[in-house]
């Protein structure tokens, strides 16, 4: 048994120059003019759920070229500079976790590594972006927090978080502290007076299929769910649908809104966690580190030595046995 993961994006490198970047479709090939003795590939690999493969082997590639196939004569793992989001929740769900928060948001800030990039953004109605792109050295020592805001445009914050990426070529990645709890997914049960499933719910299916375009993994700190339920004295959320609907149904919307942030997750190859302390924020930021800071580097030299200065179809298949 084999599986066959798409190749996320190639840089291919031609007598040490940097000819070409392209992100790829699962199945498009990448063309370039091949006038030099030796082919160099770094490639980024994903598997079809978006989940980076970080333990890859040269046994594990093959290179083709016009078809025909390629030995691989160098190969090498190499750490890549990486774009990371740092975004955050300030709505009043979670005004009793901003302590948290900002301690998670340090330790994040602390463990990134001079040549990656960052920017900082919250959310509540909608996104503010605190401090635009720039190197992790250029960084300020202190951001100021927003005061609470009054509603969670959780799905919104999260398409609007995706398009700062725009001009950012490394590795993307945003890191999300929120508790989830939408607001206009909460007044859409109460004025309902039912607690839909995820499939059943249109509207996230439809911000899911957007967010997917953009080739983002989110990666979600979450608090306050069903699965980590923070002591407070009250909770508004909950109460407010435990009143209207029961108590049952109060249950049923806080996995609701943790299945959704999983699905997120899951389906842009991000990663989920539910931290009780600070310390266990620590194994999400080894898994984005080993995810978005891993390439692979491959070197062949054509079998076709003949330089006719015709255009060659250089294709990287990735099959390893399960």
Do not use: H
Not at 58 to 74: A, K, L, N, S
Not at 222 to 251: K, S
Not at 261 to 288: C, F, H, K, S
Request: charged residues 25%; glycine residues 6%; aromatic residues 8%.
């Amino acid at each position: 048994m084999s599986r066959k993961t798409s190749l996320y994006w190639v840089c291919v490198i031609l007598a040490g120059l940097v000819v070409g970047t392209s992100l790829l479709a699962q199945d498009e090939p990448f063309r370039i003019r091949v006038d030099v003795a030796a082919v160099s590939v770094e490639a980024i690999v994903q598997e079809q759920s978006g989940r980076a493969l970080t333990d890859l082997k040269q046994t594990d590639f093959e290179i083709y070229e016009d078809g025909q196939p390629q030995d691989i004569v160098y190969f090498a793992s190499t750490q890549t500079p990486r774009s990371i989001l740092l975004l955050f929740d300030i709505s009043g769900s979670t005004e009793s976790q901003r302590p948290f928060m900002i301690q998670a948001f340090n330790v994040f800030l602390a463990l990134m590594r001079p040549q990656d990039r960052v920017a900082i953004a919250s959310f509540a109605a909608d996104l503010q972006v605190l401090v635009k792109w720039r190197n992790v050295e250029g960084q300020p020592k202190e951001v100021t927090v927003p005061a609470t805001g009054f509603a969670s445009n959780v799905y919104k914050a999260l398409e609007d978080a995706a398009a700062t990426f725009k001009n950012e070529k490394m590795r993307k990645g945003i890191i999300v502290m929120t508790d989830g709890r939408d607001t206009a997914s909460l007044e859409e049960i109460i004025g309902k007076g039912k607690v839909r499933d995820v499939a059943e719910d249109k509207q996230f299916q439809k911000v899911l299929r957007n967010i997917k375009k953009y080739q983002i993994p989110l990666y979600f700190v979450a608090m306050n769910t069903d699965r980590n339920r923070a002591v407070t004295p009250n909770d508004g959320e909950y109460d407010r649908v435990a009143q209207t609907l029961g108590a049952a149904a109060a249950d049923s919307y806080l996995a609701g809104v943790r299945i959704r942030m999983e699905r997120l997750a899951e389906e842009t190859g991000g990663r989920i966690l539910y931290p009780q302390t600070l310390p266990d924020v620590a194994p999400l930021y080894e898994a984005i580190g080993r995810e978005l800071g891993l390439s692979y580097s491959l070197g062949y030299t054509p079998k076709n030595r003949v330089s006719d200065g015709k255009l060659r179809r250089i294709e990287v298949r990735v099959r390893r046995k399960v």
